[in-house]
């Protein structure tokens, strides 16, 4: 089964870079000053920042189903950056490169399947994942701060 890697649209986040620390600690988000690559993975352009980079640290609600799965965690953004768009079966580098938890769902949100893997073997993985024909989407975290990555659908 082909898969499809979906990044975040950047236009939601622009206006963070311009408000101040105050009013963004308001909005439950950080100015951050990336000090490691790598370290400061982009959910916008799937790829890591660069270091002296500034990013918007934000809380996310990725999983907006009306189940008992509802969720949303941290994530980093970067300042001008397009949004990624890997193609199909493409599997990004900021990716293959970490441990990443898949965490399989069906149309109502409920979570059918997950899995905890190197990002090395993730396409192969989300081939397995969309094989199952419950599974309507997944959803990939970095599985050490455990924060969302990326939505994959079936393409």
């Known amino acids: 089964m082909a898969f499809q890697i979906h990044a975040l649209p950047a236009e939601p986040f622009n206006e963070l870079f311009q408000m101040s ?18 370290g400061t ?37 970067r300042e001008g950056v397009q949004q990624a768009h890997p193609a199909i079966g493409e599997v990004p580098e900021v990716l293959r490169s ?4 898949l965490r399989q769902f069906d149309d109502e949100g409920m979570m059918n399947d997950a899995d905890v893997l190197e990002g090395k073997g993730l396409g192969a993985a989300l081939i397995t994942a969309f094989e199952n024909a419950r599974t309507s989407y997944v959803h990939l975290h970095y599985a050490k701060p455990g924060c969302f990555a990326a939505r994959v659908t079936r393409a």
């Open 41 to 77: 993975p982009c959910r916008v352009s799937l790829a890591d920042a660069e270091v002296g980079e500034t990013v918007i640290l934000v809380h996310y609600e990725h999983q907006t189903a009306a189940s008992p799965y509802r969720a949303g965690h941290a994530i980093f953004v």
């Open 98 to 101: 970490r441990l990443i938890s």
């Open 21 to 38: 620390d105050s009013d963004l600690c308001a909005r439950n988000a950080r100015r951050v000053t990336v000090t490691a690559k790598p």
